[in-house]
């Protein structure tokens, strides 16, 4: 337990951790009403990995410490290549279309709130994004996270396969 702690504190170190939407939810239920909320978060290192979660609870501290959680055991490795991506990527996620391109140095991030909460935290410095279709956050972020797994998966595929 100790060691699972240490652990944990270590990556908290690591990682910058961004809230990106605070959502709250009631249901009626024959008691009275269940108020419960939910927190999109997105943690990164900045050096190329990034994971984003959507932790749920009664009350909003819970939420986000659950979100943080989910968001550190998804991360995934983005290929930066001097300080942009490789390549354009174009996704469709259910209702959300996102478009990534690398952009020149000293561009900056040109890119909506939820695709710059995801691109920042990763370690992009310079990209330039569209967001079509939705303007809901969390489909947004989600199909950013997808572009950028399509990335590391192209990369991947470019590798040499190594030497017997």
């Given at each position: 337990m ?18 990106v ?25 900045r ?34 290549v ?8 174009d ?56 572009a ?17």
């Amino acid at each position: 337990m100790r060691k699972q702690q240490m652990s944990l504190q270590q990556s908290i170190d690591e990682f910058d951790e961004q809230v990106v939407k605070i959502n709250r939810t009631s249901k009626k239920t024959k008691g009275g009403n269940n108020v419960g909320f939910s927190a999109l978060t997105v943690v990164g290192d900045r050096k190329g990995r990034v994971g984003v979660g959507l932790g749920k609870a009664p009350d909003v501290s819970s939420a986000i410490r659950k979100g943080l959680i989910l968001a550190r055991k998804h991360l995934v490795r983005v290929p930066i290549v001097n300080g942009t991506i490789p390549v354009r990527v174009d996704v469709k996620l259910g209702a959300a279309r996102v478009m990534l391109k690398p952009a020149p140095p000293g561009s900056g991030i040109i890119a909506g709130g939820a695709v710059r909460s995801v691109v920042s935290k990763a370690g992009i410095q310079n990209i330039s994004s569209k967001v079509l279709g939705t303007r809901n956050q969390l489909s947004n972020v989600y199909a950013t996270m997808e572009a950028l797994r399509i990335l590391a998966a192209r990369q991947e595929a470019k590798k040499p396969l190594p030497k017997a």
